[in-house]
Nanobody, 121 residues
């Protein structure tokens, strides 16, 4: 069983930064590509970023390209999302996901419980 636990969410003013972390249980973390998604009330969950098993290739939604950076530490079973130049439109619950790569939600096998990010203007 793989478990994912996100942390690092919170409230920040527009233009600020936050770093989300996702700790993954199990010894097979390095075999999973990973992703971050986000969701606001009444809307579908949307893709934010993904990263391959070895961390060499990343993929971003157009809305966050150049502002967000996904990375991973396979030695510590953790994936990160560094979020800079935050905008009110980035306000959402952010979810970590394992087992898929790219924007298709159905590719991902495991999900965290989510962490709230709120950006005020």
């Amino acid at each position: 069983q793989v478990q994912l636990v996100e942390s690092g969410g919170g409230s920040v003013q527009a233009g600020g930064s936050l770093r989300l972390s996702c700790a993954v249980s199990g010894r097979t973390f390095s075999t999973y590509p990973m992703g971050w998604f986000r969701q606001t009330p009444g809307k579908e969950r949307e893709f934010v970023a993904s990263i391959t098993r070895d961390g060499r290739t990343t993929n971003y939604a157009d809305s966050v390209e150049g502002r967000f950076t996904i990375s991973r530490d396979n030695a510590n079973n953790t994936v990160y999302l560094q979020m800079n130049s935050l905008k009110p439109g980035d306000t959402a619950v952010y979810y970590c996901a394992a087992g898929g790569y790219g924007s298709r939600i159905t590719f991902y096998e495991y999900w965290g419980q989510g962490t709230q990010v709120t950006v005020s203007s």
